[in-house]
C-alpha cells in the first residue's frame, strides 16, 4: 500500500498521524512538502517507510514521474490552490486513484468563497473524490463545494496524543500540587492570532485582577517585536512537540485570541494536557474540545468586555475546580485520535480496491 501526500508545511501531528497508520496497517508513504516554515521547523527526516521530498526540486513533469514509479494506492492534496499538485492529482484521478482533498476552511460566505462554489464543479470534482474536514465548522463548505455525504471525511486534524498523554502522566501531579497562575498561548505570531489586541486588554487588567497572575508566550513570527514591548509577558522562542507539551505543563490555563483562526490544532494539545481553556470563538476546534463552564470558556475578541468575563470566570475558580476542569479538557481529547484518522485513510484505500 502506497499512499502519497502532497502538503504545504510539514507538521510534527501529520507525520505522528502517518506513523500511527504504519503501525495498524502498514504501508508506505511518500510525502512532498511544498515549502519549510521559517518560524516553524520542525525537525522531520525520511524513515524507511517514510519519504519525504521537497516540491522545489521537482518540476511538473518530474513530480508526475516520481508519483507514477511511486503507483499510488491513494493521494492526499492540501487545499487546491498548488497547480503541481492539481495536475498529478489530476492524472491519477482519471485512472481510478482515489483524490482527497484536506480542507480547514469555515464558511463565512465571502466573495471568495461564493467563487469557488460556482467553479467547483470544474475546479474540483474532476480532481477530487473525497474532502476530508477537521469538523463541523468545515461541513457547510464542503457541502456547498458539492461533495455528497459520503464522500466528506471526517478527523482530518488531530494532536500528537501518543506524546501528549505521555507527557500528561509524567507531570500532572506536579501541576495539580498547586495549580499554577499562569496563562500560556502558543503558536505562530501572526496578526490573525490578535495577540496585540488582546495584550493591551490583558494589560489593563495586570494591575488589578491578574495582579497574580502571569502570561507566557512561546512561538515565532513577524508580530515578535511587538510582543516584546509588552514587559509583563514572558516570551519563549518556538520549540519541538515535545519541549512544547512540557512548557504548556507547567502553566496552568491556555488562552488562544485569535480573530481568524480555521481549526486551531494547538486547543486539542491544551485538552490532551489536562488544560482549562479560553478560546475565541472564532477558533473552529473550540466547539469540538470546550463545553461552555465545563473545561472552559469561548468569547468574541471583537466584542468589548466579553474576554474579560472569561477571564474573571477562571480566576474566580479554586484550584480543585480548575484541576477538574482540567480533567474535562483531557477526557474531551480523545474525540478525535491518531487512531480515527488512520481508519478513515485505511477506509479510502480499501473501498477503492473493492471497487
Given at each position: 500500500m502506497?499512499i ?38 520542525m ?10 521530498f521537497?516540491?522545489?526540486?521537482y518540476?511538473?513533469?518530474?513530480l508526475?514521474?516520481?508519483?507514477k ?15 503541481k ?17 484536506g480542507?480547514d476552511?469555515?464558511w ?5 468563497q ?23 465548522p ?21 494532536a500528537?496524543?501518543?506524546l ?16 499554577p ?9 501572526v496578526?490573525?492570532k490578535g ?36 514587559e ?46 479560553i478560546a475565541?470563538?472564532f ?14 470558556y ?22 480543585s ?20 484518522w ?6 479510502v ?7
Amino acid at each position: 500500500m502506497n499512499i502519497v501526500f502532497f502538503y504545504t508545511n510539514l507538521t510534527s501531528n501529520l507525520i505522528s498521524n502517518i506513523q500511527r497508520f504504519i503501525i495498524t496497517y502498514g504501508g508506505d508513504f511518500y510525502v512532498v512538502r511544498e515549502f519549510i516554515d521559517q518560524y516553524a521547523s520542525m525537525r522531520i527526516e525520511s524513515s524507511s517507510r517514510l519519504k519525504i521530498f521537497n516540491l522545489q526540486q521537482y518540476s511538473s513533469n518530474k513530480l508526475l514521474a516520481l508519483c507514477k514509479d511511486i503507483k499510488p494506492d491513494a493521494i492526499y492534496v492540501a487545499g487546491w490552490r498548488n497547480l503541481k499538485y492539481l495536475r498529478v492529482a489530476r492524472y491519477f484521478n482519471s485512472i481510478g486513484i482515489p483524490i482527497i482533498c484536506g480542507m480547514d476552511n469555515q464558511w463565512f460566505g465571502s466573495l471568495r468563497q461564493r467563487i469557488m462554489v460556482l467553479f467547483s464543479r470544474i475546479m474540483l470534482h474532476q480532481i477530487f473524490n473525497y474532502i476530508w474536514i477537521p469538523g463541523k465548522p468545515q461541513y457547510l463548505y464542503a457541502r456547498k463545494l458539492g461533495f455528497k455525504e459520503n464522500n466528506i471525511l471526517w478527523n482530518l486534524l488531530t494532536a500528537d496524543l501518543g506524546l501528549f498523554f505521555t507527557i500528561y502522566k509524567e507531570q500532572i501531579e506536579d501541576r495539580n500540587k498547586r495549580f499554577p497562575k499562569i496563562f500560556l498561548f502558543a503558536g505562530r505570531l501572526v496578526k490573525e492570532k490578535g495577540l496585540i489586541p488582546f495584550l493591551q486588554e490583558f494589560q489593563r487588567y495586570k494591575d488589578n485582577i491578574l495582579s497574580d497572575w502571569e502570561l507566557w508566550i512561546v512561538g515565532d513570527g513577524p508580530e515578535k517585536d511587538k510582543i516584546k514591548t509588552f514587559e509583563f509577558v514572558k516570551l519563549f522562542d518556538f520549540v519541538q512537540p515535545k519541549e512544547l507539551a512540557e512548557l504548556m505543563m507547567k502553566a496552568g490555563i491556555f488562552i488562544i485570541p485569535s480573530v481568524k483562526e480555521a481549526w486551531g490544532l494547538v486547543i486539542h494539545e491544551a485538552a490532551a494536557l489536562g488544560m482549562p481553556i479560553i478560546a475565541s470563538k472564532f477558533c473552529g476546534a473550540a466547539d469540538t474540545f470546550i463545553i461552555e463552564g465545563e473545561n472552559g470558556y469561548k468569547f468574541n475578541p471583537l466584542e468589548q468586555g466579553s474576554l474579560e468575563k472569561s477571564i474573571r470566570k477562571i480566576i474566580n475558580k479554586s484550584d480543585s475546580e480548575l484541576i477538574q476542569m482540567g480533567k474535562r479538557s483531557h477526557k474531551l481529547a480523545n474525540k478525535i485520535t491518531p487512531d480515527a484518522w488512520s481508519s478513515v485513510l485505511y477506509n479510502v484505500v480499501k473501498q477503492s480496491k473493492q471497487k
